[in-house]
């Protein structure tokens, strides 16, 4: 399983954090940054873009997080994640720079994820995706991690 991102994560506690949930992920979490590009808006996603889907195994199952993509419930992307690993293909997620993703990263894409509406740190989007898929995992397996009530 591959986390490809542009840009390049820096020592900190973002860092910390994400090393933590990847070292519960069972397969698990490999990182490959791509750089930052330069040139105009456009410039940038395309180069990025190109960087992306170059770093994917030909045969991945590519998951893009996109603003644009679906917005799932843990227990939902739980049982989504257990379909993409049925699929017996490599899991591939994307996470673009400050542009976006370019049109052939969506195109190529299997599946759009959107961690919600609102903007993240692309940094912390890596955390975030990190612990929802050691959540999902959590939950195939019936560990306690998630809890699904509410309170009163």
């Not at 873009?49 to 030909?58: S, V």
């Not at 917005?71 to 899991?91: I, K, V």
Request: with cysteine.
């Amino acid at each position: 399983m591959k986390l490809i991102a542009v840009g390049k994560m820096k020592a900190g506690p973002e860092r910390e954090l994400l090393d933590r949930y990847r070292q519960r992920l069972r397969p698990s979490l490999d990182i490959v940054e791509v750089p930052q590009a330069r040139g105009s808006p456009a410039e940038q996603k395309r180069r990025e873009g190109d960087a992306l889907l170059n770093a994917c195994a030909p045969n991945a199952f590519v998951v893009a997080l996109d603003e644009g993509g679906v917005q799932l419930s843990s227990l939902q992307l739980a049982e989504r994640y257990q379909e993409w690993q049925a699929s017996g293909r490599p899991l591939n997620f994307l996470i673009g720079g400050a542009e976006g993703l370019d049109s052939p990263v969506i195109q190529r894409a299997d599946a759009r994820l959107s961690l919600g509406k609102q903007t993240w740190p692309h940094m912390l989007v890596r955390v975030l995706l990190a612990e929802q898929l050691f959540r999902a995992q959590a939950i195939a397996s019936g560990h306690p991690y998630h809890r699904a009530g509410r309170p009163d």
